[in-house]
């Protein structure tokens, strides 16, 4: 597989991004959900903010508060009986679960898909109970001229996947949870199939089960039902712990074959990395697996992906195709925003 980074990579970082509140500093810039709006690509980034230390020891968990409309925080000294940091993402304490920081989007806009202008103010934010704990990873899904973005909704009820919807990326508009709590990794495909919108989505079960990718279809985009099982983790594979979502998937010809391309991620256990890969998913029926990467079409290997936040992480929510070629928008450690280009040929070459 070749694989070409920008030489610009990371293309977007925390340093370049003031903070959207007085009191917080920038910690991520990563994730963001890309497409083409006319001449432009755009990007709706997510961008993570921490509290600024106030004493030596101290840990901090910001959360909106939907009575008052504004985020605060909660703060405990690092010698608290029972307090748990060891994941530097969240806090645990007494049962529940806090996280370090909090997401919004940003909307980041480039004429050539590399270089772009980022809003200095947030495009979407939380803005319910549902989103106490913020709104992270959006997925962009053009369908009649409408761009319909999911994305997950996080809270102490649990991760849902909320969606909205923009015409100019200007204005925004919300129309609540879609998949209910525990669900994530929901990519929309941009064409129904038999009358019916379909998306991939990831369920999250808990003592039985396993983190995998499912199919759905709805009849107006906000009922969703006919869930079927699409694929696992594989063992011996370098997705053998599990797998999710990734780009929104997108209409191929391979081999004289017509279906869909969906560039997901997948986590292997040791070392616990996160890479992607793809699925090859036939045209009329995506729910049936025709193709799947027998290695990863791009892992951590810069050294902006092995260390930052969150140490060895590549993970797309978005790419832009044109002439055979995949512009791949992905999360490095989960830190910063990094671009590769990926041909369309070598991942059919190495599916089986």
Known sequence: MTVRRAPENPIVTPAMLRPSMPGFHVVGTFNPGAIRHGDETILLLRVAEAPDPQHEGDVAAPHYDAASAQVLVKRW?????????????????????????????????????????????????????????GIEDPRITLIDGVYWINYSAVSPHGIATGLASTRDFAAFERHGIILAPPNRDVTIFPERIDGKYIALHRPMPEGIGEHAIW????????????????????????????????????????????????????????????????????????????????TPILEPEADYERRGFFDGVVFTCGLVEADGVLRVYYGAADGVTAVADLSLDDIAAGLE
């Open 77 to 133: 000294h690092v010698d608290t009986p029972g307090l748990d940091t060891a994941d530097p993402r969240v806090i645990v304490l007494d049962g529940r679960t806090w996280l370090t920081s909090i997401s919004h989007f940003r909307t980041a806009r480039s004429r050539d898909g590399t270089h772009f202008e980022i809003s200095g103010q947030p495009a979407m934010s939380a803005a319910t109970e549902l989103e106490t704990f």
């Open 215 to 294: 199919i759905a279809s709805s009849p107006d985009l906000l009922s969703w039902g006919d869930h079927r099982h699409v694929a696992s983790a594989r063992a011996g594979y370098w997705d053998d712990a599990k797998i999710g979502g990734g780009a929104v998937p997108l209409r191929v010809n391979v081999g004289g074959v017509e279906g869909w391309l969906a560039v997901y991620h997948g986590v292997s256990q040791s070392p616990m990395r996160y890479a992607l890969g793809a699925l090859l998913l036939d045209g009329r029926d995506p729910g049936r697996v025709l193709g799947r990467s027998r």
